[in-house]
């Protein structure tokens, strides 16, 4: 595992030169991208302090000369903390801003510092920060290149973990090719407290944010960081629904609450490379949908800030709806825990099929499938269905998987919090399962292509047997030129593709339980191409130009 450095302000140093002493200051060497952490101490002491000090933030100036505002936060007795990412190579400053002027600690303190290149051979710092682009379906590193998401939710991981239990799971998902973990940074209705019998905050109408929660927290972020991956916190869980929906803080916190603690929470990481899941479970349409996006605004809407989604609840698309809000970057679904005609229909023929070119160009990414072993009925090829679906219903960007036992971080003897399916295996049982697997095969099969050039092709199929039989739906991808064409049957049966250009093909089955290739048959005809699958199992079609 190679770390990340967390640096701290060294602001003076002294040097003797010909008998004088002289005071200088001392520019610090901070790798590009990693955490830089400056530290002050408040001159004046607050009865409340994130309540009484409305503002505390610096303006961080890059060699370019780009102003980045950056939120601090307090960190418990007059301890106040300003955490940044810098992502230019060479000299950078900063001056801080303090709401209370008189506050000589906070105020107008300034300094610089000397980022340099990152050594690590870690993507994550290798190719920079994840950013979207605009005019883009997927994400991507500061330099250009393509992030294809590949997640584990893991809600409760961070709150429950022991360090050992965190290392592990950190350790298999990077060795099974994921790149990004999606957890939970407040209690809620899944875990009503951390491992510490600690809370994030109490309160409604007014709350008291407690520092010690989140310095426990700030070292599983680290870690997920230091393995390589991307951290992807949940700020408000928001479930409006359910046993223990008093615990979602994205639902029953008023909005100035809910942005005071998202506030919080997103200068709490800022510093991480991380992707933010504003609110979690959440139905962000109807009557909710001016809260969530005066939420968004005024958490986002001017400060310097990595990429923003809403995770919504089962089975609902908000693209639409939120297609001109400036501060969302990618399009999050959730298609919910199903193998039902009305889910796979969802995915295959909804929203996200028929509209994903209709809004500006995001990342359109499944953040929540099927959960294997979830009501003791979700198998792995269940997973395997709704996460290839997901992936080929709009121009590729990513896939998240989830086990029943892994959310909520279920160890043995212990049962799922507030939740109608109780009873789970353990999470350490949960991450080798198959479908846990078999979604690190789908990752690393995508990586294969330029995938981010891919795009649903659906035009080419002759005849769609999904509309008979819900569930033996066959999806296609395609390079706009047809030199790659991919197609997945979730069923064996006779594939009839168009070939407009009456290209020649190699062509392979890939199996996605196995990981492995095949040499596939064509029967080439004027304009089309014909193959027949009779395999046990869903497989995918390469098709690559000769």
């Not at 507030?418 to 999470?427: G, L």
Request: charged residues 20%; negative net charge.
């Amino acid at each position: 595992m190679e770390s990340t450095r967390l640096y701290l302000p060294l602001l003076t140093t002294t040097v003797f030169l010909f008998g004088w002493i002289l005071v200088v200051n001392a520019q610090e060497d901070i790798p590009q991208w990693d955490k830089y952490e400056l530290t002050f101490n408040s001159t004046v002491s607050y009865d409340d302090p994130v309540y009484q000090v409305k503002d505390f933030s610096a303006v961080f100036t890059s060699p370019t000369g780009r102003a980045l505002r950056v939120n601090g936060f307090w960190d418990g007795n007059s301890t106040w903390k300003i955490r940044f990412a810098p992502d230019e190579i060479g000299t950078w400053n900063y001056l801080t801003t303090c709401s209370d002027t008189l506050n000589q600690g906070l105020h107008q303190k300034s300094g610089t510092f000397n980022c340099v290149k990152n050594p690590s051979q870690l993507a994550l710092y290798r190719h920079g920060t994840i950013s979207h682009r605009p005019g883009n379906y997927y994400l991507t590193h500061q330099d250009g290149t393509p992030f294809f998401w590949a997640a584990c939710t893991a809600w409760n991981g961070a709150l429950k973990s022991t360090d050992r239990e965190w290392h592990k799971y950190l350790r298999h998902r990077v060795d099974h090719n994921y790149n990004t973990i999606q957890f939970v940074t407040t209690q809620w209705r899944g875990a009503d407290q951390n491992s510490q019998g600690q809370k994030a905050y109490q309160g409604s109408g007014k709350i008291t944010i407690n520092p010690e929660f989140f310095q426990h927290l700030d070292k599983k972020v680290d870690e997920i960081n230091e393995y390589g991956l991307l951290a992807a916190p949940v700020v408000l869980w928001a479930l409006p629904r359910g046993e223990g929906r008093e615990l979602s803080p994205g639902y029953h916190l008023p909005v100035d609450e809910a942005v005071l603690l998202a506030k919080y929470i997103v200068a709490r990481y800022g510093g991480n490379q991380v992707v933010w899941l504003l609110g979690g479970d959440g139905q962000y349409y109807g009557e909710l949908e001016d809260r969530w996006k005066t939420i968004g605004r005024r958490v986002f809407g001017n400060i310097h800030h990595a990429p923003v989604c809403l995770h919504p609840h089962g089975r609902s698309w908000i693209g639409d709806l939120y297609a001109e809000e400036e501060w969302m970057d990618i399009v999050c679904y959730q298609s919910s825990h199903s193998n039902s005609a009305g889910t796979v229909d969802w995915i295959n023929k909804g929203p996200i099929a028929s509209r994903w070119d209709k809004i500006p160009p995001r990342p359109i990414i499944n953040m929540e499938p099927n959960y294997e072993e979830i009501h003791f009925t979700i198998t792995a090829e269940d997973v395997r269905n709704a996460s290839y679906w997901s992936v080929f219903a709009t121009p590729p960007s990513g896939i998240t998987y989830g086990a029943n036992g892994v959310w909520p971080w279920i160890r043995e003897g212990e049962l799922i919090l507030n939740h109608r399916q109780t009873e789970a295996s353990t999470w350490e049982k949960s991450i080798d399962f198959p479908g846990s697997i078999q979604i690190g095969y789908l990752a690393k099969f995508m990586e294969q292509f330029d995938w981010w050039k891919l795009k649903p092709a659906q035009q080419l199929l002759v005849h769609q047997p999904g509309e008979e039989v819900y569930n033996e739906f066959i999806s296609l991808l395609s390079y706009d030129d047809y030199s790659t064409i991919l197609a997945y049957l979730p069923q064996d049966g006779q594939l009839q593709i168009r070939n407009p250009l009456n290209l020649s093909y190699q062509a392979r089955w890939f199996n996605p339980v196995t990981n492995q290739y095949q040499q596939a048959n064509l029967d080439l005809k004027e304009g089309f191409i014909e193959v027949v699958s009779n395999f046990q199992n869903d497989m995918l079609l390469v098709l690559i130009k000769n």
